[in-house]
């Protein structure tokens, strides 16, 4: 116990310096409580506002996807030049150190294979939060299926997400679904992305669409963009620097990096537009000169 007898006397009180009270960092926020947006400042890199996501989860729907047959081998090696690793529980628990540097986003919904016709039909609840906490998680994800017939069950899983991430602390990333029959329109991700973050959604993935500085402007959290297919190097690049000219806080990105002819050195290059200001050229050079020869 503390000795109470011949303390100093206090004194620093600092009655010039004014207490800082300005807002939390990231838009909408700032509402929420500590733990919430302590885990959200893990994600989201308070320097620069924004975020690289590696995501390596396809396996759930897909089973082994190229680039990710061995993802000790091939994801491990990019913990250092990401912010936040997007797997599921079964390969984070089994592939990777618990030392690791990036943060985790938890693949938290189950949802039906690619073998069957709709993906959205069989959504729901895959991790309790319970889980997730034991994981020391810093977001969950939850796949959202808007204008699909899995919509209703996919939303009611989402407010239940939203329900224990506000109980616990934990940030929800409500994740746009784009199912086969589904647009990738403006008109579309702005009233998904939308109906996300009203229930309750902390920061949302969608794709990056023309006329995307709308989708931006009317979510009234983070959005942070999908890689999609492989594309070349430089338009992957020039994809990231449009969504992020145009307001999103960062990528989530999986066979872009994981696919691309060096993922470390693709990695790095996204994370220099993401976080350093980089052009899409200049990314680009950095790419050439960084990828092994
Ligand atoms: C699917 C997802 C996946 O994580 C995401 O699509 C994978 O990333 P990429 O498309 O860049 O390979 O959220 O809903």
Redesign the pocket.
């Known amino acids: 116990m503390a000795d109470n007898v011949g303390n100093k006397p206090s004194k620093e009180y600092h009655l010039d310096i004014p207490v800082q009270t300005e807002g939390f960092f990231l838009k909408g926020l700032n509402n929420n409580d500590f733990g919430l947006k302590n885990r959200l400042s893990r994600i989201f890199q308070p320097k620069s506002g924004n975020a690289v996501v590696l995501?390596?989860?396809?396996g759930y729907i897909m089973g082994s996807t190229a680039g990710l047959e061995r993802l000790d081998v091939t994801i491990a090696p990019l913990a250092p030049h990401v912010d936040v690793f997007?797997g599921t529980r079964g390969a984070i628990r089994s592939c990777f150190s618990p030392t690791m540097h990036p943060a985790v986003c938890l693949?938290a919904t189950r949802d039906s294979s690619v073998l069957y016709d709709d993906m959205s039909v069989g959504n729901g609840c895959g991790v309790e939060m319970e889980d997730a906490i034991r994981m020391n998680a810093s977001a969950v994800?939850v796949?959202t299926f808007i204008g699909a017939q899995g919509e209703a069950d996919s939303l009611k899983t989402l407010c239940s997400y939203v329900d224990a991430g506000n109980r616990y602390g934990i940030p929800v990333l409500g994740?746009?679904?784009?199912g086969k029959e589904m647009e990738r329109t403006a008109k579309f991700f702005l009233l998904a992305t939308r109906i996300l973050a009203e229930h309750g959604a902390h920061f949302v993935?969608t794709y990056y669409c023309d006329d995307f500085e709308k989708v931006t402007a009317a979510c009234p959290v983070p959005i942070i963009v999908?890689?999609?297919?492989?594309l070349a190097e430089d338009e992957a690049l020039a994809m990231t620097y449009r969504a992020i000219q145009e307001g999103a806080h960062g990528v989530?990105?999986?066979?872009?990096?994981f696919q691309s002819e060096d993922p470390t050195a693709m990695a790095q290059a996204i994370a220099k537009v993401v976080h350093e200001k980089y052009t899409n050229k200049q990314a680009y050079e950095f790419f050439m000169d960084t990828k092994k020869k």
């Open positions: 995501a390596f989860d396809h997007m693949r994800a796949q994740v746009v679904a784009v993935k999908a890689g999609g297919k492989k989530d990105m999986g066979r872009n990096i």
